[in-house]
């Protein structure tokens, strides 16, 4: 995107200084040119970006090359120039103009019009343009600087798929993504400046732990704040022992139930990452169509990211690296992979959505990679137990984990959101701290709020 003038930059930091190198200024920016596919593909900027890189796997790379050759002037160290003929977000109030309509024959798809294979394969054609610039500039980086450990910050950041690239090319030693890499995760960043380099305060570093805590920065509710929410509002509950509840939930998810979870500090950033989720079985070839159309109220082609407990991880996946935020893509292991039916291996576009891929299909895109968030006990204990009674008791280590809320509204904060987007949708089951509720024991709400009328569609 651009912070100020600056679109992208890299630099070193040692101690408690950061000596930025080099930099490239607006209007010549990898996440605005990525953007102007969201728009164009009738996704809503700077909150749909995330939609372009799940429906990527659906298309074929058919416009890299124009895109190359018309769009960008891109260097062999990863810097570029774009060609702004074909932009208006410079001047104007949309991202592309008339003549990148003529470009690629179309005008931008309306906004809940049906897709088209030919959104589908801008959406490849782009996500393999952004793969092949971050490439590069991290090739540059490390030549450039000598450095062995890679952090990534900014918009594009949270494109898991590049982040994916960069680590299975072994260009650095180690990567370390900040969970909040958008807007939000300024905030921070000013913070964090102003106390080191301007204050010249001493920064601790073990090199082996961050200090983002697992990004479990945010608002906690005990289990007497719960209790007396539950009680004022007369709803029924079940109070769970800190024993029973992991053995519990690992039983409904095997049940095939969906369950909103809300346990310990809210994450920062936009992942949920086991406090603020909603959580299934993996293994259930229906439960990603079930969870996107009848509780996340959302486009049936995303994809669901797995959680999975850190010590299991390459058995599972072809990835031996922690992933505690959910940014880093990588294929299922082979061995956990199944050959597609006789009938469904020409499927084509949404299609493939039809044919199931691994022993867990919910989590498996079309393209066998899936956007991991490893667990470990460590930072989140009781979710952490929770996966690993299932897998003790049914033989996977894997759980679906979606964010606490649905399409367009912002993830639940509180138990009483928590408590009205659990009767909103077809959930089954919710936990808030160590009390569970069933759906079936629930009055309807008093008010009910129509969440697509308060909140815009992302």
Not at 80 to 106: C, E, I, S
Not at 125 to 154: F, P, W, Y
Request: glycine content about 8%; charged content about 25%; proline content about 5%.
């Amino acid at each position: 995107g651009v912070g100020e003038w600056t679109t992208t930059s890299y630099g070193i930091g040692r101690g408690n200084r950061i000596q930025m190198l080099s930099e490239l200024r607006f209007p010549h920016s990898l996440g605005l040119l990525y953007s102007a596919f969201t728009y164009f593909t009738g996704f809503k900027v700077n909150s749909g970006e995330y939609k372009l890189m799940g429906l990527a796997p659906y298309g074929e790379p058919k416009y890299v090359d124009l895109i190359l050759r018309e769009l960008i002037d891109l260097k062999d160290d990863g810097s570029f120039r774009l060609n702004m003929k074909y932009f208006n977000y410079g001047v104007g109030l949309t991202m592309t103009n008339a003549a990148f309509n003529r470009l690629f024959d179309r005008p931008p798809r309306k906004p809940e019009s049906k897709l088209t294979q030919t959104d589908m394969d801008l959406a490849r054609s782009i996500q393999d343009v952004i793969d092949e610039i971050m490439l590069r500039l991290a090739r540059h980086v490390r030549k450039q600087t000598g450095q062995r450990n890679l952090c990534l910050a900014g918009g594009v950041a949270l494109n898991c798929v590049a982040n994916g690239q960069i680590l299975r090319q072994q260009i650095f030693d180690r990567i370390w993504i900040q969970p909040a890499a958008g807007d939000a995760g300024g905030a921070l960043g000013a913070a964090l400046f102003a106390w080191h380099q301007i204050l010249d305060n001493e920064r601790k570093a073990d090199d082996v732990n961050d200090s983002q805590h697992g990004s479990y920065l945010g608002p906690a509710y005990g289990n007497d704040e719960i209790r007396a929410y539950l009680e004022a509002q007369k709803i029924p509950y079940i109070e769970l022992s800190d024993v029973d509840l992991p053995q519990k939930i690992a039983d409904l998810i095997h049940a095939q139930k969906v369950i909103g979870w809300f346990c310990g500090r809210m994450e920062f950033g936009p992942r949920a990452l086991g406090a603020r989720s909603i959580i299934g079985d993996a293994q259930s070839p229906q439960m990603q169509e079930l969870m996107n159309l009848k509780i996340k109220f959302r486009e049936s082609f995303r994809p669901f990211a797995p959680s999975v407990l850190r010590e299991e991880l390459s058995d599972w996946f072809e990835l031996d690296e922690e992933s505690p935020y959910m940014l880093l893509v990588a294929p299922v292991s082979k061995n956990r992979r199944r050959e597609i039916a006789d009938g469904k291996q020409a499927l084509f576009g949404l299609q493939k959505l039809l044919a199931i891929r691994s022993e867990i299909p919910a989590v498996t895109h079309v393209d066998y990679s899936a956007r991991i968030q490893t667990v470990t006990e460590q930072h989140q204990p009781m979710f952490y137990r929770m996966i690993k009674a299932f897998d003790k008791k049914y033989g996977c280590p894997v759980i679906i984990n979606t964010s606490f809320n649905v399409r367009g509204e912002p993830i639940v904060a509180t138990p009483e959101d928590a408590f009205t987007c659990f009767m909103r949708t077809n959930m089954d089951y919710l936990l808030l701290g160590n009390f569970l509720l069933e759906k079936k024991g629930q009055k309807p709400l008093d008010k009910d709020i129509d969440w697509l009328r308060e909140f815009e569609l992302d």
